[in-house]
Each structure stands twice: as structure tokens, then as C-alpha cells.
């Protein structure tokens, strides 16, 4: 009885192995449909940048809103809070006492004095 049964066990699996080599073969086939989709999808989506764009312009000879917003990196209806605590921050990175340019400085300070409404954009000292 034992061997009866042990053949009949090598038979089954005998007859099973192409069943599990073609369910395999399928399988590979699939994912590597799936990859190959999944690659193309990837290659078609727009190009996002990963930084924040900066304005690639130089400075207008009367400032406005919109550049002083641009200086600051706030929206031109910002709320004098916003626009001190940005002032503050982009001030820091470019101190001229820091290493940072006296032009620059003037600059972030005619941006700060144009949001908060305290000049019209008269000018830089430079």
C-alpha cells in the first residue's frame, strides 16, 4: 500500500508542474505588463520642479506690489504680520553685517516699506 500511495503522490506532482510553471510564466507576464505601464505613466506626467521657482528678473527702477511681494516671497495682500515676519527672515539670509549686499538690504527694506504701505516705491538709496 505504500508504494501504491507513493506513486500515486509522484504523479500528482508530475502533472502539477506545468500547472505551476504556466500559473509562474502568467504571472511574471502580468507584473511585467504592469511595470512596463507603470514606467510609461511615470515618464508621461508633467515635470514638476522640486524647488520653488524664483523670479528670474532684475529690479524695476520704482518698485511695486507685485515685486515687493516677489522680494518677500508673501502674496500682495498680505497682512502686516506676515510681511514683518517675512522681512525678518529674508533679512537674516542677506544682512550686509552677515556677509549679505547693502544693495540687496535696501531693496528688502523699500519691499517691506511698500507692502506696509509706507512708501510708494520712491526708490533704493543706490
Known amino acids: 500500500m505504500c508504494c501504491l500511495l507513493d506513486s500515486c503522490t509522484t504523479n500528482g506532482i508530475k502533472q502539477a508542474a506545468p500547472l505551476i510553471a504556466g500559473l509562474a510564466v502568467a504571472a511574471t507576464a502580468l507584473a511585467g505588463r504592469y511595470g512596463i505601464q507603470a514606467w510609461q505613466a511615470y515618464k508621461a506626467r508633467p515635470i514638476v520642479p522640486r524647488m520653488r521657482k524664483f523670479y ?3 529690479f524695476q527702477p520704482t518698485m511695486n506690489r507685485r515685486e515687493a511681494a516677489l522680494i518677500l516671497g508673501v ?3 498680505a497682512n502686516a504680520e506676515k510681511v514683518k515676519e517675512a522681512h525678518k527672515r529674508v533679512m537674516v539670509a542677506n544682512h550686509p553685517d552677515a556677509g549679505g549686499s547693502h544693495y540687496l ?3 528688502i527694506n523699500e519691499a517691506k516699506d ?3 504701505g509706507k512708501t510708494k ?3 533704493s538709496a543706490f
Do not use: D, F, I
Request: hydrophobic share 20%.
Open 75 to 77: 502674496r500682495e495682500t
Open 56 to 58: 528670474e528678473g532684475g
Open 105 to 107: 538690504a535696501s531693496k
Open 121 to 123: 516705491g520712491g526708490g
Open 114 to 116: 511698500v507692502l506696509s
